[in-house]
């Protein structure tokens, strides 16, 4: 509300892989035009259907003069999966293992998708 409601500038913060060209792009809002609750809950949404990002904050910053407002889109990115290694198990349960586990080096890691591989690992067993 107030001048919050007609940002002139809108940032994201947080980003260490993602460049902030891209993240802005999936914010979908632009400064200077009146913002409402929906729009805000949209963008972040947006932010977090990307799988780039574990948390989402959105804040609000006034200049000291109060004339000016930034709305800051502070993001917590996910860790990258550099690889994937199977411990405890038999030699000959390794391969079977290895098999039930779908997630993709090089991306963001997905907890729901790691609990998903931990669940038809164990059905390995069962």
Not at 52 to 71: E, F, H, K, M, N
Not at 93 to 119: E, F, M, N, T
């Amino acid at each position: 509300s107030g001048r919050c409601a007609t940002p002139d500038s809108i940032v994201v913060r947080g980003l260490s892989r993602v460049t902030e060209a891209n993240a802005l792009g999936d914010v979908g809002l632009s400064p200077g035009s009146e913002l409402t609750t929906p729009q805000i809950q949209g963008a972040v949404r947006r932010l977090y259907q990307t799988g780039q990002y574990s948390d989402v904050q959105v804040a609000c910053t006034l200049s000291p003069d109060g004339r000016t407002a930034t709305i800051a889109f502070v993001v917590k990115e996910r860790a990258m999966l550099a690889d994937v290694d199977v411990t405890g198990a038999r030699q000959q349960d390794v391969d079977a293992l290895r098999s039930k586990v779908d997630l993709l080096i090089g991306h963001p890691l997905d907890p729901a998708k790691v609990a998903r591989a931990i669940q038809r690992m164990d059905s390995v067993y069962q």
